[in-house]
């Protein structure tokens, strides 16, 4: 990964990069971080589903971020569309995570007005017993049944409020929460003013159609971000950015003894296995299928000639400026030389543009 702003570093380590910032909760409430993906047009999803954007690089940024919060928030919909699973942990993260206070894995919590959750979902194997948030008239039932699998907890009518949620969050020693969609959720989140953070990832594809956008809600919200960093893996883009309003100390990381520069970073390598995209808009009776891997990978290699890198199109812009400024004017002024440009902005390095897109089935 090369870091592009706000300073230009080869070879950055993904865990050094997205763990060195400061994220301090806020008074009654945490740390709010939305992770999300999107094509180039704004498309969240291809065929309702998030994992056929953003490829490896995408899942390495995931992996890195799963690593830091005390919660992964997420709407049901999205954890049963998505499949859902517990996280999973190497020893070498858990070891990480507990010398800095956190749990051994993140607590995953489920917000569901509904509570249409299947006690047998993957969600819920191994034990594993998740938080779930849903309201004081969801069906008594569905409540019921969810309680043998789950801590399911009630929090005012008609909708879960997320400022509401956050602060319950905080009463529970949660200082730093990964929303992980979906675009209606966010929505709410926006609406609520409460998200600090946006980790987006920019895939290099057109996905056209009616595809959702990452905040997909009924009311219009401005809010303002800065970017906190730029950085680019395999052509893909991979951004962070912060409240506008942000102290300078979180915008700019403090590597401090993790800079990514040095070798020895014990910050590096990080090991949350998931398995489940983040978020997911397909109705639950969609019969569409999602484009394979490899129609993905095709599309995303027309953006060049098939066996040229982009440093072979920046080398063949150099070359053929500097043969137009050879040729004459056909009005006999003083032609000039174009070359200087086409230096400047021909790409340094190689940069490949097949990818392989992950299978982003993650927990």
Same mark, same amino acid.
């Given at each position: ?12 380590? *993904? ?9 301090? =909760?806020?008074?009654? +409430? ?12 704004? #498309? ?10 953003? /490829? ?8 890195? %971020?799963?690593? !830091? ?18 996280? +999973? ?27 249409? !959750?299947?006690?047998? #979902?993957?969600?819920?194997?191994? /034990? ?26 009630? !929090?005012?009518?008609?909708? *879960? ?32 003013? *409460? ?41 893909? %883009?991979?951004?962070? !950015? *912060?409240? #506008? ?11 401090? #003894?993790?800079? =990514? ?16 995209? +983040? ?5 639950s009776t969609t019969g569409r299928r999602s484009p394979s891997p490899s129609v993905m990978r095709a599309a995303r290699a027309q953006t060049v000639s098939p066996g040229r890198t982009t440093t072979d199109v920046g080398a063949s812009a150099v070359s053929e400026a500097a043969s137009a400024s050879t040729a004459p004017a056909t009005d006999g002024a003083p032609r000039a030389d174009p070359t200087a440009d086409a230096r400047v902005h021909a790409p340094r390095h190689t940069t490949t543009t097949t990818r392989t897109a992950a299978n982003r089935r993650r927990a």
């Open positions: 990964m090369d870091l592009l702003w706000p300073e230009h570093r080869r070879d950055v380590d *993904v865990g050094d990069l997205y763990a060195a910032p400061r994220r301090p =909760p806020h008074d009654g +409430r945490p740390w709010v971080m939305a992770v999300m993906v999107q094509s180039i047009d704004g #498309a969240a999803t291809v065929d309702g589903l998030s994992g056929s954007l953003g /490829g490896d690089p995408d899942s390495r940024v995931f992996t890195a %971020l799963r690593r !830091l919060p005390d919660a992964v928030l997420v709407a049901a919909g999205t954890a049963r569309d998505e499949d859902y699973g517990p996280p +999973r942990t190497d020893e070498a993260t858990r070891a990480w995570r507990t010398d800095r206070g956190l749990d051994p894995i993140p607590r995953i919590v489920v917000v569901s007005a509904s509570l249409s !959750l299947s006690p047998e #979902a993957r969600l819920f194997a191994d /034990g594993h017993r998740p938080l779930i948030v849903t309201t004081n008239d969801s069906p008594p039932q569905r409540r019921d049944a969810l309680a043998d699998v789950a801590e399911v907890v009630s !929090l005012g009518s008609g909708r *879960v409020d997320p400022v509401a949620l956050l602060e319950m969050l905080a009463e529970r020693g949660m200082n730093l929460v990964m929303a992980e969609g979906g675009p209606g959720f966010n929505a709410a989140l926006v609406g609520a003013d *409460v998200i600090d953070e946006w980790c987006l990832t920019i895939d290099p594809l057109v996905v056209g159609g009616d595809a959702m956008r990452i905040v997909n809600g009924t009311t219009a919200t401005t809010r303002g971000f800065s970017f906190a960093h730029v950085a680019m893996d395999e052509g893909v %883009l991979l951004t962070r !950015l *912060v409240r #506008a309003a942000a102290d300078r100390a979180t915008i700019q990381p403090d590597w401090g #003894a993790h800079d =990514p520069r040095e070798a020895g970073s014990s910050m590096r390598s990080p090991a949350v296995s998931v398995d489940v995209p +983040r978020y997911s808009t397909r109705p």
